[in-house]
């Protein structure tokens, strides 16, 4: 699948292992960083919600304790 561009961010969403949840690749263009998160229940290409969900991402792998990431993100080599 293609990465659609929104803003400054490119984004694709498939289908997870763990169906019916979907697992959800983001890119922050600026930062030039790639994050994976898997299994979630629903996203879209809103250019906020996928800010929201680059922001949680990143501070997770940060240490922060955000439940819902927790296990679920990790960064991705270039796309």
């Known amino acids: ?13 498939e289908n997870s ?13 600026s930062d030039n960083k790639t994050v ?5 229940v629903w996203a879209t290409g809103r250019e906020d ?3 929201e969900f680059y922001r949680s991402a990143i501070e997770t792998l940060n240490g922060e304790d955000i439940c819902c ?3 679920k993100v990790s960064l991705v080599e270039e796309i």
């Open 1 to 13: 699948m293609i990465m659609e561009t929104v803003g400054n961010f490119k984004w694709k969403m």
């Open 17 to 29: 292992e763990n169906v019916p949840l979907f697992d959800i690749t983001i890119k922050n263009i």
């Open 36 to 40: 994976l998160i898997t299994d979630i």
């Open 49 to 51: 919600l996928l800010a």
């Open 69 to 71: 990431y927790d296990g």
